[in-house]
């Protein structure tokens, strides 16, 4: 083993999670109690803290802070969405990187994303190895729309779905209270990949879920949509719909955006999002009562409604990063391998080369939605269903949520 | 006491919570029991399942089912909106009615609503006893809204409290990741009473929460907002504002309607709500990345946030419905008093005349709001606090919610 003593630095980047502080708990924890890492370093909004020199010495937490993080949502170090340029094109940000990384001998380097995180861990990690300086970079997984390559599943993924499964089930009961009926269109997140929004398929399967689920790898097809919507409405009285906020028509254009010149032409894609836009049109078309509900920002955020074994692998994820790296490895991320012991869902961590993962998109595969590209089937509830099984034993401090609170001492 | 022996019927009525069916559960559970009540009936749909003669006979039922009712949102007999017309006036539904009531033997009303509803419970109570029909009649309170007359406060409420002030402490989390900042405006339910906006300030007590709150009680100033917001944003670098749907200009047009004349003149009243206009204005006038945020159904039918004082009261609320006309009591809504003992929050319930609740509205007190008219003060959540307290034990399969399943078998 090449023992390598230094400092380590975890970031935070993309959107957050409900688990991507377990992750970095997961980091800090693990690094903290290992004699090689002389210091842990928490950077202020990703990438952006190492830029600005902004670093919290976390040895400075109250360990029972920290290990709320477990429990906290959003990422507690502050995240950023900084893309960072061609090392060959501009280098002057990779300059300034190894210029901090010298000052606080920082030998080890964890970055907490998704894909574009990936993209940014990947390029420091080749400039080191360009420039000759010794970092080991390791990339910790997390998006809750679970497209990720190379790993069976991103932590966050989880915990976003049952917060979805469950919604959808407590929405169904109520939107089918009054005998005259109502439509119901769930706006789920997930731009390009599907995952969530075929997450409501949970809710189905337990009889309380979305009649259509619509998801982006299929090319939306507004007729069919609204044909599917109003044959249901009038079989069962009522329909509920789950809507990807990222289904596109054939020509590769948004719903959502079409909507400025399909609806009223004036530009005013700031009101509403698509469960309005598509809200108005089953209206239009069935003159049933129709709801558009989005769950927006509160399914990556929900931790009250995470999942037990989403915290453990996200806090897994951070604690492999640092234990493989201080063990030599760098240049990769950790990633997920699924299996199946005396019937029982088992997973381990494994490594994917930063190079494979940067920029790579993964998608529900076409067969496991049906043919008619208007729900998914079995397969994905098999698939998504050990996921998001046991309830975390949540902090509480009067019935409400007791979240993490960090100093946040800057490192001198 | 004046013994009477015959059947009952509970109906639900109004917008569904995540606790109306723990308050039938304890109309259910308390008259099964009872050996004056001969038979058990649950009203489809309300009062429209009384006219159109489909009662459910709640003796079929499973008992283990019947419990899961506690924790099972939304109103499982079914809902109605249905407006009883003046009985001076058309008499019609109420000669049917009483039809119903003779065919079946019944003597014990019992309807769980709120302010409408409440004016139906009291207009079938008044009628049966100008025609010499002997029935008990009893309300039991319902309403996320909060504004029943003559209670503490209303079943339902606390349990939409918690889910607000949880969710408003997870979107203070993540509307805050980005060193770019970000404004979130949260739409709460609520037309006319304050009540739900203002508990978003039990997440403010907590460190995480809005620092703006808007009410329907005080007259609407979209100046006044604006330039607020943009205080706050420049001073702190991120704002959380709650609102009320139901806030209005000081000649009475609700905010969210005033948008149609004032944003594009086109009348898409449909398309996205209050929190989609106000974000639009924000970000006009700010520049900043802007959030508008729903709550919609969710904040009614989120029975996995209930609070457990809540479910409990609700419960009891039934229960107490059934021992009082079982003791000779009618023409009444059973309604909460709050107390304390060695400190402790205590709530006993009341009885109130029907008459004095039926459309009559409680508001939040002018001196509970700040002089500004933009947040609640400490009393408010004085208040609140003790009515959210406890977490249930809902029953979970394979960590989904297990909601109860009704047979629904039609009485004979």
Known sequence: ????????????????????????????????????????????????????????????????????????????????????????????????????????????????????????????????????????????????????????????FASAAKYIATSCMEVYLDARVYDTGMIAIIEIMGRHAGWLAGAASLASAYGAGPDLIYLPEVDFDMDKFLADVERIYKEKGNCMVAVSEGIHYADGTFVSEAKTSATDGFGHAQLGGLAALLADAVKQRTGAKVRGIELSLLQRCGAHLASETDIEESFMAGKAAVENAVNGITDKMVAFERSTQDGHYVCKTKLIPLTDVANTESKVPREWINAEGNNVGKAFVDYALPLIQGEPNLPKQDSLPRFAKLKKVLAK
């Open 1 to 156: 083993m090449n023992e390598l003593k230094g400092a380590c630095i975890i970031g935070q980047s993309g959107g957050p999670t409900s688990v991507i502080n377990a992750s970095a708990y997961g980091v800090i924890d693990t690094a903290l109690k290992n004699p090689n890492i002389t210091a842990v370093y928490g950077a202020e909004h990703g990438i952006k803290g190492v830029l600005n020199d902004r670093l919290f010495d976390m040895s400075q937490e109250d360990p029972k802070e920290l290990e709320l993080l477990k429990y906290t949502p959003s990422s507690a170090l502050g995240s950023c969405r900084y893309k960072i340029a061609d090392p060959d094109v501009d280098d002057t940000d990779y300059k300034r990187i190894l210029e901090i990384f010298k000052k606080y001998n920082v030998r080890y380097f964890f970055y907490n994303g998704g894909n574009d995180s990936m993209d940014t861990c990947n390029k420091i990690s080749k400039y080191m190895q360009k420039v000759g300086y010794e970092c080991r970079v390791m990339g910790v997984p997390k998006t809750i729309d679970n497209d990720l390559y190379g790993t069976d599943h991103c932590p966050g």
